[in-house]
């Protein structure tokens, strides 16, 4: 073959190697995954193999286009681009280049020249120097060829306008997701047992289930009420926590202090002022009722359990009896 | 007599005062145990008095909450929506920020549970979940100690 003609006509077969590239950059995306792309080149290489030296122009370009095509997902125009091609083996050899089972094959000299060819557009400058790297990078394992491409050919079409997207999301989501965390552990905390519990799901479970068995505890404990005491006549007491209110609410609280320490002598201060207030015997009900409240609620403030509030009782009778008395 | 409890309560409602003030809870709980004993003891059946201390028992944990928390504000909404039906006031009240259409179904049942859940954000409404768990638990170990003490009462004599 004549070298000039060779010439002409390769430089021809790179501008239109670059227009479809170019065309086909403005493609959108499919969803071929790699392995697909893959298979789909190496058997479209696998049939072109035989006929190698009469179409290696037509190698070259269907190559070229099936990659940039499966990179964008559209592998007819492979087809397309096919009467543009002619022979001649600098495009050959270009479009073994472009295969990189063919590379291992290829001779570095020859491969340099190719590449110095085939370098024109950005595109194609890309495709190379991935080939370049893939060529140093993977002696015979595929798999790697692959995994580099896909990242590489997703990044540079899709992923960089998604990048920046991402970051911005991926950050609040973080926060809301750290906050999210925070606030299930304080939960954890609160409610009984769910310590041993790990995961989202099972927590809320829990969750839901203890504030609904608390639910029912207040209905069953105000319908217990409701029974316990019918006929308390309650205008005293009303006066009474009245009273108790009007004071400062510092000074029966201190009793209560001191009651912790010594029950007797607080308990006799309080009933003291308090039977100022109310000598009726009903009375007694609701300030004991006070009485055994505030020292128990101090006691559970401490995260103490019920059993010193029975020996509080205890104390507390007989003093009360001795005062009705 | 209900009103009257509740309007004391609110009158105390300026007070910034966390729910760890337990002593506040149970007067006033006791306030308005009182209040629904006066209405009628003979009159009326236990289970009307049961609903009247149930009510009077989420307003005394609802009002010593303080306003500043959203399950609070709900919860002593839905109890005075009752009493106080003539006289709204014309104020815009901005209900349903958000209508979350939520896919979780925990989440949904959550939201039920907590009063003013419906239009919170999750994150909200984990926390309001856990101060509505804290109070009502207090709220609990309260009227059980209420419950101990007069029956214990009671049966000595």
Known sequence: MPAQGRDGQNRFIEFAIIVVVVVMQQAPVSDLSVLERQRLHFDWQQQEQPSRHSYDADLCVRSLNSFTCFSNGLPDLAQYSMPVASNFEEAGVAASNCNPKRRKAESSPKSKQDESNCKRGKQERRSESRQQNNRKEASGDTSSYKNEEHPKADYIHVRARRGQATDSHSLAERVRRERISQRMKYLQELVPGCSKITGKAGMLDEIINYVQSLQRQVEFLSMKLAAVNPLAADNNFSNCSMGISSEPMEQPFLHFNSLQAHPCSGLDMYMDSSSDLVPDGSSFVSCSALNSLYGVEFQLGRGTAAFPFQSFQGNLLPNNLKMEI | ?157
Request: hydrophobic content about 35%.
């Open chain 2, 1 to 157: 007599m209900y009103r009257r409890s509740f309007k004391d309560t609110k009158s105390s409602l300026g007070s910034p005062n966390p729910n760890f003030s337990k002593p506040m809870v149970a007067l006033r709980f006791l306030r308005a145990l009182s209040l629904v004993r006066c209405s009628g003891p003979g009159a009326r059946s236990p289970s009307y008095r049961a609903r009247g201390i149930r009510r009077a028992a989420y307003a005394c944990m609802a009002a010593s909450a303080g306003p500043r928390r959203a399950w609070s504000r709900a919860l002593l909404r839905k109890i005075r929506r009752r009493p106080g039906r003539g006289l709204r006031r014309p104020r815009a009240v901005i209900r349903r920020r958000r209508p979350v259409g939520g896919g979780d179904p925990l989440e949904v049942a959550l939201r039920r549970l907590v009063p003013g859940g419906g239009c919170m954000e999750y994150c909200r409404l984990l926390e309001e979940a856990a101060d509505y768990v804290k109070c009502l638990a207090m709220q609990v170990r309260l009227m059980q100690t209420i419950v101990d003490s007069a029956s214990h009462v009671n049966s000595i004599d």
